[in-house]
């Protein structure tokens, strides 16, 4: 049994588990380019928050090792122009812009061009490490507000995958199976494109935990029917005041753990918090393209010319969510007070609103 990992870096190559094919194919990709990096998250090659920014900040750095100039100026418009095109890859996740910022920041610490491009390799390392340690802090963090509870129910895969190592909202599963702490996890399976059936299943099924599928459709009967104790879920960007956008679907999970009076929690690092957004209706939500829900495995399963409304995520009001769980602590309402109390100016993403 192990825990699966999607990002690995040996000091001169990037390669990502592409997460396209789970799970019934394991293959690592070399992304060797900047337009590589840009592909394989735009793709969802390499998906989930933390995932998107690490794999960018590596991206990043990889690519400015082939802009040639002894010029500081211009090797630092070259990386702001690389950053701006990474960043455009996908809308909603905060983490790839907040990775990007940080790498960017190095350049203009920098000396000289050898330097910068040392300092930018150097911050890409570091962002991935210190990943790994929050989601594992996270998970530790989740252990404790889940002392008790066993049957727990989640969306999408915020998992190891999605992250440098053990996810955030499957952290706590993935300890809990290292330490003979059982839980019956309950994935629903996130259509369109079925992030929980093929990844969060896989994932935990490799780390020795009980996870049983659902559709997400059977959300409402399973909490009733199997007695789920908690919901928990990850995030791809947190307002200031707690509202909270996720894969869609989360809305509706958090809608039913009110009616069902069990908590909700969303685990996520202090680099999903954008406290610059003062709630979650300024949060950019990512439409698809519409062939993920007319069409499976490439059949039609709708007439065609069929409109479509697909936006890969919702926005959770923050009065729904008992709990986020961080790598620095659990917040709990009041979240605007409490949010900035906990995270201070830490995220870099802006002023207390
Ligand atoms: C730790 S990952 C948290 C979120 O990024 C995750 O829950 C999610 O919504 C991912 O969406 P995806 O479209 O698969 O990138």
């Known amino acids: 049994m192990s825990i699966p990992l999607s990002i690995k870096w040996n000091g001169q190559k990037l390669t990502i588990l592409d997460q396209q094919k789970l799970p019934h194919a394991i293959e690592y990709l070399t992304l060797e380019i900047v337009e590589d990096v840009y592909d394989a998250i ?31 100026e211009a090797f630092q418009q070259y990386v702001e122009k690389d950053a701006a095109y990474l960043n455009s890859s996908r809308p909603t996740a905060v983490n790839l812009g907040w990775a990007l910022s940080r790498l960017k920041d190095k350049v203009r610490e920098a000396k000289n061009v050898p330097q910068a491009k040392l300092l930018l390799l150097a911050e890409a390392v570091e962002i991935h490490q210190e990943d790994e340690a929050s989601c594992r802090s996270i998970g530790e963090h989740a252990l404790v507000l889940l002392q008790g509870q066993t049957r727990v129910m989640t969306i999408c895969n915020a998992g190891s995958v999605a992250t440098a190592k053990y996810g ?30 093929r990844l969060t299943v896989w994932e935990l099924q490799q780390s020795g935990v009980d996870v049983t599928l659902i559709t997400d459709s059977m959300a409402a009967h399973t909490i009733g029917t199997k007695e789920i104790e908690a919901i928990i879920v990850g995030a791809d960007r947190i307002a200031a005041n707690g509202d909270t956008a996720n894969k869609i679907g989360t ?28 709630d979650g209706t300024a949060i950019p939500i990512e439409e698809r393209n519409p062939e993920e829900i007319t069409h499976t495995n490439g059949k039609p399963v709708a ?21 986020i769980i961080t790598e620095k602590g659990i917040i709990t309402a009041d979240y605007q007070k409490n949010i900035f109390d906990l995270l201070g100016a830490s995220t870099g993403k802006g002023e207390r609103i």
């Open 42 to 72: 735009f793709s969802l090659k390499v998906r989930g928050a933390p995932a998107i920014g690490i794999t960018a900040a590596y991206g990043l750095a990889i690519g400015a090792k082939r802009h040639d100039t002894d010029s500081l």
């Open 251 to 278: 809305y509706n999970l958090a809608l039913l753990a009110a009616a069902f009076s069990i908590p909700f929690y969303v685990a996520a690092p202090v680099s999903t918090f954008d406290l610059s957004i003062e």
């Open 168 to 197: 955030t909202a499957l952290a706590p599963f993935h300890l809990g199976s290292e330490r003979g702490r059982g839980f019956e996890v309950f994935a629903c399976e996130t259509r369109p494109i079925y992030q929980g059936a």
């Open 303 to 323: 007439p065609l010319g069929t409109k479509v409304f697909n936006p890969a995520f919702d926005v959770t009001p923050a009065h729904l969510i008992t709990a």
